[in-house]
Nanobody, 114 residues
Framework: QVQLVESGGGLVQAGGSLRLSCAASGSIFRGNTMAWYRQGPGKQRNWVAR???????VYADSVKGRFTISRDNAKNTVYLQMNSLKSEDTAVYYCNTWPYIIPWGQGTQVTVSS
């Protein structure tokens, strides 16, 4: 059974940085576009960034220029480097395929204090 395990979240001041990691069991990474999503307090879960198997990345406008998604197919891991964090980035961050087809993991909490 494929599982997704997100890590790397925490509490950071506005303007700071965090790097999230997502490890997947199974062969889900192989050839699949992977994505990061987030769900802020009282909000819907939204897509943040996605990356194809070949490394082509696309970002939501709200994070463009601040976040960088990358992947290591050998390690079945996708990363999200988050710089210049803002309070509105506060959310639980999840990874999944794009579009999402795997049961959601537990996510990792990111809290940005202003």
């Amino acid at each position: 059974q494929v599982q997704l395990v997100e890590s790397g979240g925490g509490l950071v001041q506005a303007g700071g940085s965090l790097r999230l990691s997502c490890a997947a069991s199974g062969s889900i990474f192989r050839g699949n576009t992977m994505a990061w999503y987030r769900q802020g307090p009282g909000k819907q879960r939204n897509w943040v960034a996605r990356i194809t198997g070949g490394g082509y990345a696309v970002y939501a406008d709200s994070v463009k220029g601040r976040f960088t998604i990358s992947r290591d197919n050998a390690k079945n891991t996708v990363y999200l480097q988050m710089n210049s964090l803002k309070s509105e980035d506060t959310a639980v961050y999840y990874c999944n395929t794009w579009p999402y087809i795997i049961p959601w993991g537990q996510g990792t909490q990111v809290t940005v204090s202003s």
